[in-house]
């Protein structure tokens, strides 16, 4: 049974850095694209970054680039978000999805479509 579960939310103050985890069992790691995402109240779930099979490719939203990078372990089956900088917008639950690659090692993508299978989210507070 494929299963994500993320872990490392919680509150931080503005400027402050968080780290995101996101553990998966019942596949190889090494298999799957695995991106990150989030959802604010009142407001559509958006993507933040994605991290290829290969972990040769990374993407960023415009929003937290430069702020935000995201990291693998195969050996360990788990993905990292580190956050940094963090504002008071970023505040929301985040979840982290998976998708096989298919021989597309190189794949990543910000779009929740593409993705076929989702943690539980984990929420960040980001307040004074």
């Known amino acids: 049974q494929l299963q994500l579960v993320e872990s490392g939310g919680g509150l931080a103050q503005p400027g402050g850095s968080l780290r995101l985890s996101c553990a998966v069992s019942?596949?190889?790691?090494?298999?799957?694209?695995i991106g990150w995402f989030r959802q604010a109240p009142g407001k559509e779930r958006e993507g933040v970054s994605c991290i290829s099979s290969s972990g040769g490719t990374t993407i960023y939203a415009d929003s937290v680039e430069a702020r935000f990078t995201i990291s693998r372990d195969n050996a360990k089956n788990t993905v990292y978000l580190e956050m940094n900088s963090l504002k008071p917008e970023d505040t929301a639950v985040y979840y982290c999805?998976?998708?096989?690659?298919?021989?597309?090692?190189?794949?990543?993508?910000?779009?929740?479509?593409?993705?076929?299978?989702w943690g539980q989210g984990t929420q960040v507070t980001v307040s004074s």
């Open positions: 999805a998976g998708v096989g690659s298919h021989g597309w090692r190189d794949f990543a993508s910000l779009l929740d479509s593409d993705f076929d299978h």
């Open positions: 019942g596949f190889l790691l090494d298999d799957y694209a």
